[in-house]
């Protein structure tokens, strides 16, 4: 079954620390990709980095980074320098094949306060 | 402004009743998910609609339906309401293009529906 697995519920770090958020995933396709958004209090939901199930190099966008381990099917997202504007509800998402077109599934999210 | 447009942004409505909520995905984009985020939860996908054709389906009721017209905009149907309907009800579009595209996911801001 595909599944999408966030186990930390929530997460605390302070203010220009580095935080590490944990995804893990299954699917028993070769084709897949992964993301991470982003949802701040307010309820919109904010892309903010995919990595494809054969790019070879951890994706970086700005502070972000995603700690890609295809053999482990981790998927960590890793903000550097968190700012107090990084407090949010965080989900990892995979998105596979499926009969016509792709599904895109969620993880239960990590909530991630930063402490000033 | 993700260009995903979705109305009404609240609603508030009795056990029993029926409403439509309705989604206008990015220009170009041929693919409109719907997704349910009920209380503190990750996103539960409901259904896929790719050019008017249905394409998955998720945890979707069958008190819930959908459809996606000519013109690309998506409505979803939800009747006999209970108290547990009551969520935040996502809207999404992906690129027009199967392949090639990362695939990543533009959510309207969503609509909340309260049911008393």
């Known amino acids: 079954a595909q599944k999408i697995t966030q186990t930390q519920p929530g997460m605390f770090v302070q203010e220009k620390e580095a935080v590490t958020l944990d995804c893990t995933y299954d699917t028993s396709d070769q084709s897949y990709g992964l993301f991470w958004y982003k949802q701040p209090s307010s309820g919109e939901m904010i892309f903010l980095i995919y990595q494809g199930s054969y790019d070879e190099q951890n994706a970086t966008e700005g502070r972000y980074s995603l700690n890609f381990q295809k053999a482990r099917k981790s998927a960590n997202l890793v903000i550097s320098a968190s700012q107090l504007g990084d407090s949010a509800m965080y989900f990892c998402?995979?998105?596979?094949?499926?009969?016509?077109?792709?599904?895109?599934?969620f993880g239960a999210g990590t909530r991630l306060f930063v402490k000033a | 402004d993700s260009g995903v447009t979705q109305t009404p942004k609240h609603l508030i409505t009795a056990t029993g009743q029926r409403v439509t909520l309705r989604c206008s995905p990015r220009s170009g984009d041929l693919s409109v998910y719907w997704y349910q985020q009920s209380l503190d939860q990750g996103l539960q996908f409901l259904i896929q609609y790719y050019n008017g054709e249905e394409r998955a389906k998720g945890n979707i009721l069958e008190r819930f339906s959908a459809q996606q017209f000519p013109d690309l905009h998506s409505e979803l149907n939800l009747s006999s309401l209970e108290l547990g309907d009551s969520a935040l009800y996502f809207c999404a579009s992906s690129g027009g293009s199967r392949t090639g595209a990362i695939g990543e996911l533009f959510f309207g801001e969503g609509s909340r529906l309260t049911v008393l």
């Open positions: 998402a995979m998105r596979v094949m499926n009969t016509g077109g792709f599904k895109t599934i």
